[in-house]
């Protein structure tokens, strides 16, 4: 049934999702699933593809991803926050692997897998095994000093990409913002990857609308 549910929601279609968390800060499951869906269209995606989701939170982009036909490894590093994800996708009848290998768990077809763990450590994961690291509403601070993106380059396959979004500094006025994730993102370049564009989203669509995509 949820499955159904964001299908339609990727294809545009208009769903609730109500919050599910205690937790103050979280932010509407619905607005972050309608943004990630957005975003998503707005790439080349194909599926099939092996994809880790690096800060996923309550894994809102690694489950749409999995819907969409992709296999799928969420990372988080909160371990309560991943908990009440995982729970919550579970009882909506979601499948997650668990027990599994993480030599093995990259090179398997549309399965969907959450691990709580620091992305600093991406390279326990086979060297060149996916296509995609995604991280949808990083905090520039993940890009910066906590290093959260030092060792993708080890994990994606030679044409992998690192497919970034976020909101840019809020008080920034609007007009400049954009301009100015863009001079960040090419001068923060992950170590091993080179910046390939920024893609603006219509603010209606995605509220992190700003995409950074770096190439391996
Ligand atoms: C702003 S939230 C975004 C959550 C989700 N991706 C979304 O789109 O709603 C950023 C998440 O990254 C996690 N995070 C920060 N540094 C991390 C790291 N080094 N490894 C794994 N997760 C990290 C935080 O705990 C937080 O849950």
Redo the contacts with the bound molecule.
């Keep these: 049934m949820m499955k159904e549910v964001l299908e339609k929601i990727a294809n545009n279609g208009n769903f609730k999702l109500e919050k599910f968390s205690d937790d103050i800060q979280q ?1 509407s499951p619905e607005l ?1 699933v309608h943004a ?1 869906s957005n975003i998503v269209s707005a790439l080349d995606i194909p599926s099939d593809s092996s994809i880790i ?6 894994g ?2 690694a489950v749409l991803l999995n819907v969409l036909g992709n296999n799928v490894i969420g ?4 371990d309560k ?1 991943l908990e009440n994800g995982i729970k919550y996708w579970e009882k909506q009848g979601i499948k997650i692997e668990k027990n599994y290998d993480l030599e093995k768990a990259v090179f398997t077809n549309n399965k969907l897998y959450f691990a709580n ?4 450590k991406i390279n326990h994961f086979p060297d060149s095994s996916v296509d995609f690291v995604t ?5 520039a601070y ?1 890009l910066g000093k ?1 290093g ?1 993106y030092q060792n993708v380059h080890k994990v994606l396959k030679p044409n992998g990409k690192l497919i970034l ?1 976020t909101e840019g500094v809020l008080n920034v006025p609007e007009f400049a913002r954009g301009l100015l994730v863009k001079t960040l993102g090419k001068r923060i370049v992950p170590k091993g990857l080179k910046f390939e564009k920024m893609i603006t989203m219509d603010k209606n669509k995605a509220y ?1 609308r700003y995409v950074i995509i770096y190439k391996k």
Excluded at 117 to 120: A, E, H, V, W
Excluded at 135 to 139: G, I, K, N, V
Aim: aromatic content about 16%; cysteine-free; charged content about 25%.
């Design positions: 932010v972050r990630i989701d690096i800060g996923t939170g309550y809102y982009g990372l988080e590093i909160f926050k763990m620091d992305s600093r991280s949808f509403y990083l905090s993940m906590n959260a979004s992190d």
